[in-house]
């Protein structure tokens, strides 16, 4: 495990780079190639690339929003929480759900340990992925947004944050991933 880096805390260099909100830009298109990544993940001394998925099984990508290892957005809790309690559902249509944290390795290996979170959990504390991925940013961290990828590695579905409508329903997540079963 790294040991603290300049991330740990509220008032850090990530909040400094994500204070200033901007609308998610740069969003991959529906159909379009996902664009790769290799983060590492909490639990294991390994990195977890989206490409070494491809031809195996579709992926979920839930990009969350959590500011330290005790404060987390009062709209990702929740949708952190569903999907652990549902995970087993999304691994039974035969898919990965892949969770993405701009919290540092210290921070995410607390919230894997407090939350006892089942599936891979990824850290991005410079926010690349967040900002390839064009989630957007607002008041010190980056915007949750989720996004499905099938097994050719195309983006079948994509949900960016709005304060109407600031996850995507799990039941949601497991319809799309029903989709690709009555579509193969």
Do not use: W
């Not at 294991?44 to 005790?70: C, M, N, W, Y």
């Not at 959990?121 to 989720?146: E, I, M, N, S, V």
């Amino acid at each position: 495990m790294e040991s603290v880096n300049e991330n740990t805390g509220f008032f850090n260099r990530r909040f400094a780079r994500n204070f200033i909100p901007l609308p998610p830009f740069q969003v991959p298109k529906i159909g379009t190639i996902a664009p790769d990544f290799s983060l590492p993940q909490v639990a294991r001394d390994q990195k977890v690339q989206l490409s070494d998925h491809r031809g195996k099984k579709p992926v979920v990508l839930a990009f969350t929003r959590i500011f330290t290892e005790k404060l987390f957005c009062p709209f990702c809790y929740p949708h952190i929480q569903d999907l652990r309690e549902r995970y087993s559902e999304i691994r039974d249509r035969g898919a990965e759900l892949l969770m993405i944290s701009s919290t540092d390795p210290v921070q995410s290996q607390q919230v894997v340990e407090d939350l006892n979170l089942p599936y891979p959990f990824l850290y991005d504390p410079d926010c690349q992925t967040f900002r390839r991925y064009g989630a957007g940013q607002a008041l010190g961290a980056p915007l949750p947004a989720q996004f499905i990828i099938d097994r050719d590695g195309k983006v079948i579905f994509r949900h960016l944050f709005s304060f109407t409508d600031s996850n995507a329903e799990t039941d949601t997540i497991l319809a799309q991933l029903d989709k690709l079963t009555e579509n193969p």
